[in-house]
T-cell receptor, first 117, second 110 residues
């Protein structure tokens, strides 16, 4: 069974440029998460989807970040315009509601490493 | 708010036993999870404790004391491949959100 797939794996852009990351979750996983991981830190939640609905986006910086999951499967996270402080690894994770809420088990992709110059 | 504390670095030798501690402060606590992440890799789930006590899964065990807001991950018979970052994460709140600690970098020496 394929795991969570993310692309691109690496992205280098100049500040003020836009960037987008794509995630395809594990088949059948209704819950999808975007996390940001700064160097030497743990993942921090940006947004959580249940199917196509964003059920928790309280930590998403909405002035420059946006996300969508139009058909309730794959998802895109966009940053526009990017700032130097956005350099981080953007992790996508998926799970089923029962699994995540009862065991804290999420399945992560390998992430998209963003460098903003 | 929520806070989790774990040591930033731990070093041990191959074959040894190491314990990674985690203390937390949160409201609406449900349980404590542990994740492993190799450099450049995806975090992978190791264990979950909702009740007090020790859970064993092969060479890895995880412990929780709800009254002390404390848990630990115990790694036995350390192998070189265990060199990685280990994160504790609390499952808490009405949304049952997973919040991660800053991670412990484990280095296993030959």
């Amino acid at each position: 069974e394929a795991g969570v797939v993310q692309s691109p794996r690496y992205k280098i852009i100049e500040k003020k440029q836009p960037v987008a990351f794509w995630c395809n979750p594990i088949s059948g996983h209704n819950t999808l998460y975007w996390y940001r991981q700064n160097l030497g830190q743990g993942p921090e939640l940006l947004i959580r989807y249940e199917n196509e609905e964003a059920v928790d986006d309280s930590q998403l910086p909405k002035d420059r970040f946006s996300a969508e999951r139009l058909k309730g499967v794959d998802s895109t996270l966009k940053i526009q315009p990017a700032e130097l402080g956005d350099s981080a690894v953007y992790l996508c994770a998926s799970s089923t509601p029962g699994l995540a809420e009862n065991t804290g088990e999420l399945f992560f992709g390998e992430g998209s490493r963003l460098t903003v110059l | 708010g929520q806070s989790l504390e774990q040591p930033s670095e731990v070093t041990a030798v191959e074959g040894a036993i190491v314990q990674i501690n985690c203390t937390y402060q949160t409201s609406g606590f449900y349980g404590l999870s542990w994740y492993q992440q190799h450099d450049g890799g995806a975090p992978t789930f190791l264990s979950y404790n909702a009740l007090d006590g020790l859970e064993e899964t092969g060479r890895f065990s995880s412990f929780l004391s709800r009254s002390d807001s404390y848990g630990y991950l115990l790694l036995q018979e350390l192998q070189m491949k265990d060199s990685a970052s280990y994160f504790c994460a609390v499952l808490s709140g009405s949304a049952r959100q997973l919040t991660f600690g800053s991670g412990t970098q484990l280095t296993v020496l030959p």
